[in-house]
């Protein structure tokens, strides 16, 4: 099974291009994959006149091409179709089409394809198209194996991946090759398919009928996979026919499919991209999309105390004395996490989250701290001052440490004149509370005792 899951491709070393198209009692989607350009659904701003896409698809250029998108965009579809493009017309060179997966190939099959399309180059002048599915679980050997080809333009490399690119594919490799990312479908796409599906000779050839809400519930469910909406409505359809109905209906539906597949990999960029999205949520103050986002992360399987570190830091990075019980709430929720665990610690993560999404936000605490360590870092150090040094051992005070210390106790209102920080740094602010929440109260608060303590004004 590819990884966009449109249709598989297995044509093997010594195949000349695509083969003719899969078995009648092949899965729906397989049976459906595209054949031609005009087929092939969503994508339109990458395959429209001019585009790099296209252009490589009419065989009108020849670059090593990396296609990032989701599972059920078309990557898989799009690489067969490059390597058809061979022999369009005159002046364009014929391809050989080669696929592997990086599930199963290593550096010796690399290596053997590299010298057959040698050879084809030489004997024929023969292009060779070499496809690789998942090419992100390619160690870093395998993926410098195809530098010197991909370069010499020995092999035109067409790599299917659903992670980013950035993360997952070596640096050399990716400055070789086009970077095309693919879109998930939109539900006008997801819909042309299926229509396409219950009527097409390779498809369900009319046998059912497609109620509007059960279309309206697999789009729902294919949440922009194409190879997932048609899966479903093969199995909806499969029991509705033993049925000895003909509609598939939204109860159809819902016997067929209990529950949608999230898109969501633990490994990869949707990890980084939904915990992103999550805490911006909390940041903007949208408890709504805040739980969005946990709920994805929860059916997915994240890990739940990842989640409540990241509520912890959270805590204090955007909210801190803006709301003192946010810290203490995070906390209280990963102790859950650890004490109780899945799936009853799920609603402590939901009542930390919208705790934090609903608080008034600051992010002073964060600010004052790194301006804090950026004097430092800059050499703004200075000598803790001698009456605040340690002057609990013997000669001590012969050095002077602890010496004319002021007890702030000692005073009635608990705040007294005295210099605490070295004298480089004397008179520099580095907290500046918010109007925010309890940082309100602060920002009247800190510069009366900053006034008392460094005796200036009342």
């Known amino acids: 099974m590819s990884s966009d899951g449109l249709f598989d491709i297995d044509p093997g070393p010594g195949a000349d291009g695509p083969d003719d198209g899969p078995r009648p009692d092949a899965p729906l989607a397989a049976r459906m994959r595209p054949r031609t350009l005009d087929e092939v659904v969503g994508q339109a701003d990458l395959l429209k006149p001019g585009a790099p896409l296209r252009r490589l698809l009419d065989g009108g250029a020849a670059a090593s091409v990396l296609l990032y998108g989701p599972p059920g965009t078309g990557k898989t579809t799009l690489a067969r179709l490059m390597a058809g493009a061979g022999g369009a017309g005159p002046g364009v060179p014929a391809r050989h089409f080669v696929a592997l997966s990086a599930l199963s190939a290593g550096v010796k099959e690399l290596r053997a394809v590299i010298e057959d399309a040698r050879r084809r180059r030489d004997r024929s002048g023969t292009t060779t198209v070499l496809f690789i599915d998942e090419v992100h679980r390619f160690s870093r050997t395998q993926q410098d194996a195809l530098l010197g080809a991909v370069e010499d333009r020995l092999v035109l490399l067409v790599a299917a991946t659903t992670e980013n690119p950035s993360f997952s594919v070596v640096s050399p490799l990716l400055s070789r090759s086009l970077v095309l990312q693919l879109r998930s479908l939109d539900e006008d796409d997801v819909r042309r398919l299926l229509r396409r599906a219950v009527t097409s000779e390779r498809g369900l050839n009319g046998t059912v009928e497609l109620a509007p809400e059960g279309e309206d519930a697999l789009v729902r469910l294919a949440a922009g996979d194409g190879r997932r909406a048609l899966t479903a409505l093969e199995a909806a359809a499969d029991g509705v026919l033993g049925a000895g109905g003909s509609v598939v209906d939204l109860d159809a539906v819902e016997r067929a499919v209990t529950e949608v597949a999230v898109r969501y990999d633990r490994a990869g960029d949707q990890h980084y991209d939904v915990i992103s999205a999550f805490i911006k949520s909390i940041r903007g103050s949208d408890p709504d999309a805040a739980l969005h986002y946990l709920a994805r992360m929860i059916v997915a399987g994240e890990d739940a105390r990842f989640i409540a570190r990241r509520l912890m830091v959270h805590a204090s990075e955007d909210i801190g004395l803006a709301d ?135």
């Open 324 to 458: 003192p019980t946010a810290l203490p709430a995070a906390t209280a929720a990963a102790q859950v996490v650890q004490l109780v665990g899945m799936p009853e610690a799920r609603l402590a993560l939901a009542q930390v989250t919208v705790h934090l999404a609903t608080a008034p936000k600051s992010n002073a605490v964060i600010t004052a701290i790194d301006a804090a360590m950026a004097d430092v870092r800059a050499g703004k150090v200075g000598a803790v001052p001698a009456h605040l040094r340690d002057g609990h051992y013997a000669g001590a005070q012969k050095l002077g440490n602890a010496v004319g210390y002021r007890y702030p106790h000692d005073d009635p209102d608990g705040v007294l004149r005295q210099q605490y920080p070295p004298d480089d740094v004397v008179g520099t602010d580095y907290y500046t509370p918010s109007g925010r929440g309890f940082e309100r109260t602060l920002a009247e608060r800190v510069p009366k005792l900053r006034r008392m303590v460094r005796g200036s004004g009342d």
